[in-house]
């Protein structure tokens, strides 16, 4: 008599289980198969194009009931198994139906996690899991109407396709600053984000959602920022987890899954487990092709072979239709790795390889996935690849064709080829135009022909080009790089932030090609405060490619502490404010007390974790930052004007005051300090500041592009204004106009030099049109960003930076 | 005596630390600054610069490296090597990522003593 074999669960691990044992030992076992859900075996992968209407649940059935009976397995659908007795060896139906086995297969596959937030139960509510899903979620979106789903991974990105597609208007609320960060690199989510984009689903990255609201039904999704998406369907796809119940109450070793050895063994020799349940070596698998190995192996050692499972680096695709997307292995960067990269802006494609000792271990592909496969099998076969080094990013047909030149790529070229898309420039037309007028350059290329004068990205092939065209007489392009990651100097990164609309450091790197994949500590600071100076209402601020000082809003010492300056407006303080700054500095111990330079008060040696009690207490006496750390607005120095001075032409101090009000809060690409003095005398040394106002009887004299620092500059004469209101709109103007033409890191008299004093005067002063649009711009930035960063984290704010992750006590070793 | 545990110790989840981000864990010894990078890579270094001292969980952290906030020494997070023309190490320690995501810091290889 056969050995009976119960097999708990029907989904793709046990039809996998059961075509390896058809082949492998067809008499051997009398098979009962336990389904939970009233419905043959499918193919749970292929949901999501069920739920976009691209398929039918009928064309996604794997094993019908015939199929079942034809190989004389006995399959009892909307058959719950509640209890496995070890003993007794039997397992026990909800209906108290007992069945006896000899062997047992537990496939009991995973749960979607759910929010622990209010709301959750609430009808409208979903997760993501199984086709009774797809079903609410096709009820639910029958009418149209609105969708959030929870999650920006695989099935959450599936899901929210598929209702799309459905005709509802979907957003996706993503915890990470990038979509499926586990699968993709930045550059690759930014790509896939734009897409969902461009399909009209709404993205929010870094969204935490905080309740589900409704009261009889779901109504909308409230995050913790305080907005709010309407919703009446919401999906929750936050991730999956190993579904252990049975096998922990049955007593089975289980760790986050149920743990089985490499056939597939559980704790019990007679019990084996297969698929997302269980954990084998420490990793639980979600994806379907270790599952069906793990069957496989599973299938084998019921049939009494030698077999065991061997994790291999798996793979990753999205299923959503038009969107190519791939991952696969280990794509985390280090030293004793190189990553090769290929993008291509035009196109939407990047392609990413991380190498190890000549071989691949990783790849990350967009837009064009048709050599993943190839990648994969690299990666699975540790190839050495030192033969296909220069050509291995192109892919597989590159490969075959020897290794390539990049020079000898573009010589190759024929005289009809599209250099420059844009403006419709070819290869030939600029060979001729260079011999011709004798152009050595890139600058007199784009001058000539217009190639590369646009959106600029084929730069590198017009340099190319000149360089094959010119050979010796070729001189490299004349703007300076802005840092290895790149050829593009500041001023073309930010012109094209400006012009594509790129409005994130992502997005930079992929539309402008950014030779490394996350950039580095030049350049991400700078793309950050390009991108929000560009986009200010649209681009999210990245704290993590600040400095510290600007991350955490104070001052880092060469101890490691922080000083603290808060701001003294025009250099006014009053007895309230300064009792709250000694109270503060004799409450947290704080070492030294000093005066500064800018007519404020410097707190020094202040510990990192004590920051946000000691800004508590500055803010409670009615005090905001200094901003002393910033790339932006630090000082006005005043002198005290005619309030008090028997020199005084105008009131300098209430000007100071009023011009601090007008211009804190904003970023700037280098600090700039400002002083305002109340005659001639100069009492506030205004003439050496980037921005300096100097009253006279008749108004005021602007002046700006000073310095007193590495090197000393007197300030030139902007222009003279006889009313006060006309002096702050000025300066307003001003630093507008160097927020937007500045380089990241340099100061208002460089910026001045590098684009010409009269250039200035005459967009700031020469044209009341134009000072009121750069005026109008600054406001608009402000009304983002003039709040105080103190405030916002003593409300809890980025809190994670001001205490330790972990404090490990003094531990004793065991004896 | 005391010594530091030979077994690994929880020191919190993944998602504790921001991407490109890095949290401090405070042992009796001294401090630890545990990086994150954008692939989910967690590592554990020695909180000062070989430097003068300073503190690399301030600095930004960019691709496999941090650039120290004080000096801009740019430091290997896998090795604790200083790149370039610097010369000078951190100690480090291996962190396990488990498949939920706590986060198992392996103390074995620190030094047992507070560096005087």
């Known amino acids: 008599m ?44 292929l949901l999501s194009p069920v739920l976009s209407g691209e398929k039918d649940f009928a064309d996604i059935v794997t094993h019908t009931e015939a199929w079942y009976a034809e190989h004389g397995f006995d399959l009892r659908l909307g058959r719950k198994i509640v209890a496995i007795d070890r003993t007794a060896k039997t397992v026990t139906a909800a209906d108290r139906e007992v069945t006896p086995y000899d062997r047992l297969v537990i496939t009991a596959g995973s749960l979607p996690i759910r929010l622990g937030i209010p709301g959750r139960d609430l009808p409208g509510v979903v997760t993501y899991r199984d086709q009774d899903d797809v079903d609410a979620m096709l009820a639910g979106s029958a009418g149209g109407g609105s969708a959030v789903v929870i999650g920006g991974g695989l099935l959450g990105l599936e899901a929210a396709a598929g209702l799309r597609a459905r005709g509802m208007e979907v957003t996706v609320v993503h915890l990470a600053p990038s979509l499926m960060e ?50 009446q369907l919401v999906v929750m796809a936050i991730g999956i987890r ?15 899954g149920i743990v089985v050895d490499d056939a597939m063994r559980t704790s019990d020799p007679h019990i084996l487990a297969v698929g997302e349940c269980v954990e084998h070596r420490g990793v639980c698998h979600g994806l379907v092709a270790p599952i069906f190995e793990m069957a496989k192996v599973a299938g084998e050692t019921l049939a009494g072979r030698e077999s065991i499972y061997v994790a ?3 793979s990753t695709k999205l299923k959503v239709t038009g969107i190519d997307l791939f991952s696969a292995g280990d794509f985390a960067e280090g030293e004793d790795r190189q990553e090769v990269l290929l993008r291509d802006a035009a196109r939407s494609r990047y392609r990413r390889v991380v190498l190890k000792e000549n071989r691949v271990i990783g790849a990350v592909l967009y837009g064009d996935t048709g050599d993943g496969g190839w990648y994969l099998d690299l990666i699975r076969n540790r190839t050495d690849i030192a033969e296909l080094r220069d050509t291995l990013i192109h892919g597989r047909m590159a490969t075959l064709d020897g290794p390539a030149d990049p020079l000898a790529a573009v010589a ?19 060979v001729d135009t260079v011999v011709a007028k004798g152009l050595t350059s890139v600058d007199d290329v784009r001058a000539h022909t217009k190639a590369s004068a646009s959106c600029g990205t084929c730069t590198g092939l017009v340099e190319r080009l000149l360089a094959a065209t010119l050979g010796d007489g070729f001189r490299a392009s004349a703007s300076q790089a802005m840092c290895k990651c790149t050829d593009f100097g500041h001023g073309e990164v930010r012109r094209l932030i400006a012009a594509r609309g790129l409005k994130s450091i992502p997005a930079v790197m992929q539309e402008l090609e950014w030779k490394t994949s996350g950039g580095c500590a030049r350049c991400r600071p700078a793309l950050n405060y390009y991108v929000i100076a560009a986009w200010p209402e649209e681009a999210a601020d990245d704290s993590q490619s600040r400095f510290i000082n600007e991350r955490v809003h104070a001052n880092i010492q060469k101890d490691g502490t922080y000083s603290v300056v808060p701001r003294m407006w025009g250099g006014l303080t009053n007895p309230k404010e300064l009792r709250a700054i000694a109270d503060v500095a004799e409450k947290f111990a704080i070492p030294t007390v000093k005066v500064t330079g800018g007519q404020r008060i410097d707190l020094l040696g202040v510990k990192k974790e004590d920051l946000p009690a000691v800004w508590a207490d500055l803010n409670r006496a009615g005090m905001v930052s200094g901003a002393a750390y910033a790339k932006g607005l630090r000082t006005v120095k005043t002198c005290v004007g005619t309030e008090w001075c028997r020199f005084g032409t105008q009131d300098s101090t209430g000007l100071g005051v009023k011009l601090e009000k007008a211009l804190w809060g904003s970023w700037t690409p280098a600090k700039i300090k400002l002083a305002v003095s109340g005659c001639p005398r100069n009492c506030a040394e205004a003439t050496c500041k980037d921005i300096g106002i100097v009253c006279v009887d008749s108004g005021y004299d602007v002046h700006f592009a000073g310095a007193a620092g590495l090197e000393v500059k007197e300030t030139i004469v902007l222009t003279h204004v006889a009313t006060e209101a006309e002096a702050l709109d000025h300066a307003m103007a001003l630093v507008q106009l160097y927020r937007e033409q500045g380089f990241y890191l340099e100061r208002i008299h460089k910026w001045a030099k590098r684009v010409g004093v009269d250039v200035i005067r005459e967009q700031v002063a020469g044209d009341a049109e134009r000072r009121a649009a750069l005026i109008a711009r600054f406001k608009v930035s402000q009304a983002v960003y003039q709040k105080d960063p103190w405030a916002e984290r003593v409300a809890g704010h980025e809190a994670h930076e001001f205490r330790p992750m972990a404090v490990i006590p003094q531990l004793e070793a065991a004896e | 005596m005391n010594a530091l545990s030979p077994m690994p110790v929880e020191i919190g989840h993944i998602d504790d630390i921001p991407v490109q981000g890095t949290r401090v864990v405070r042992l009796p010894t001294m401090d630890l600054a545990v990086f994150r990078t954008v692939e989910r890579g967690v590592f554990a270094l020695e909180n000062r610069c070989p430097h003068r001292g300073g503190p690399l969980s301030e600095g930004i952290v960019h691709g496999g490296s941090v650039t120290c906030p004080l000096h801009n020494w740019v430091i290997d997070l896998r090795t604790g090597e200083a790149l370039g023309p610097d010369v000078g190490c951190v100690a480090t320690a291996p962190v396990t990522i488990a498949p939920d995501g706590r986060l198992l810091l392996d103390l074995a290889a620190l030094p047992r003593r507070a560096r005087a």
């Open chain 1, 182 to 231: 586990r699968q993709l690199d930045q550059a690759a989510g930014y790509l896939l984000q734009q897409e969902m984009e461009r399909r009209g689903i709404r993205v929010v990255t870094r969204g935490n959602t905080q309740a589900i609201l409704g009261s009889l039904a779901a109504t909308g999704v409230q995050l913790d920022d305080g907005r709010f998406f309407p919703a």
């Open chain 1, 2 to 45: 056969s050995e009976r074999l119960v097999i708990i669960g029907n989904g793709m691990a046990a039809g996998r289980v059961l075509e390896t044992l058809i082949e492998a030992a067809p008499e051997r076992y009398a098979v009962t198969v336990f389904g939970a859900e009233a419905r043959p075996n499918y193919n749970r992968i």
């Open chain 1, 242 to 256: 190993p579904n252990v119940e049975l096998g922990k109450a049955a007593g089975l070793e289980v760790n986050r």
């Open chain 1, 312 to 314: 291999a680096e798996v």
């Open chain 1, 412 to 430: 190759s070229l024929a005289d009809g080829a599209e250099i420059c898309g844009c403006n419709g420039v070819c290869k030939g037309k600029i």
